[in-house]
């Protein structure tokens, strides 16, 4: 079944969601939970997780269900991309993370690459906009979206953040295995696929 039972899950909970946010009549909402319940038990089954660690996760937040979304920064330094070494798995991925309320894209990615690898930076040009589940990650119980903004240096000097362990510069050839849960060997080619052409436009999907 490859991951289907993942956008079945993600589905149900998204509907579920959205109809305990708009629906007034008491048995409505009756199934609308119930529905949020059976979406849970598939991901705990399929995912092999306890039932309340996914309720958490998956199906605690209200309001209509969109996508949550990812911003992260691109950093080159000459011909290599700043990567941060992940404290949850050990491996390296662009600076970034979930956009907080109250910021903007290019605020998140500047916020981000700040405290995860100590530098200021000024967002230049946004470069990406990927729908996650189109691309090899992991499977996850969000649906969202990854943003790339490529930034320069203004200032600071490479060190480590409460996420992570180290902050360094990488060329194409000489990459750190990579924390695939945030970013993917085909997306970190692609933004050096940017350095080469800066005219390149903006990829979408």
Same mark, same amino acid.
């Given at each position: 079944?490859?991951?289907?039972? +993942? =956008?079945? #899950?993600?589905r149900?909970? #998204? +509907? *579920?969601q ?5 629906s007034?009549?008491?048995y $409505?909402i ?11 038990e598939?991901?705990a ?11 958490? %996760?998956f ?5 209509? *269900?969109?996508?949550k !979304?990812? !911003? ?8 290599k %991309?700043?990567? !941060?070494?992940?404290?949850s $798995? ?7 993370g ?8 290019s605020e998140?990615?500047v ?13 230049? =040009?946004?470069?990406?906009? %990927?729908d996650?589940?189109? @691309?090899p990650h992991?499977?996850h119980?969000? @649906?969202?979206? =990854? ?5 320069e240096?203004?200032?600071g000097? *490479?060190?480590?953040? +409460?996420?992570?362990?180290? *902050?360094?510069?990488?060329?194409? %050839? ?11 060997e085909?997306?970190?080619?692609m933004?050096?696929?940017? +350095? @080469?052409?800066p $005219? ?6």
């Amino acid at each position: 079944m490859d991951n289907e039972w +993942l =956008k079945w #899950a993600r589905r149900i909970q #998204a +509907l *579920a969601q959205s109809g305990l946010t708009y629906s007034r009549d008491v048995y $409505d909402i009756e199934r609308f939970e119930e529905l949020r319940d059976i979406s849970v038990e598939i991901m705990a089954k399929y995912a092999n997780k306890e039932i309340e660690y996914v309720k958490g %996760l998956f199906a605690a937040e209200n309001g209509y *269900a969109t996508p949550k !979304v990812d !911003v992260r920064g691109v950093i080159f330094k000459g011909d290599k %991309l700043l990567l !941060v070494k992940e404290k949850s $798995d050990g491996c390296w991925s662009l600076p970034g993370g979930w956009a907080d309320i109250g910021f903007s894209p290019s605020e998140a990615a500047v916020k981000e690459v700040k405290e995860e690898a100590g530098f200021d930076v000024r967002p230049v =040009k946004l470069l990406a906009v %990927l729908d996650r589940m189109r @691309h090899p990650h992991p499977p996850h119980p969000n @649906h969202i979206y =990854k943003i790339f903004i490529l930034c320069e240096i203004l200032g600071g000097f *490479a060190s480590a953040g +409460l996420e992570t362990d180290d *902050a360094g510069f990488f060329s194409e %050839l000489e990459l750190p295995e990579l924390s695939t849960d945030r970013n993917t060997e085909s997306q970190i080619k692609m933004l050096f696929d940017f +350095l @080469h052409n800066p $005219d390149k436009e903006v990829v979408f999907d």
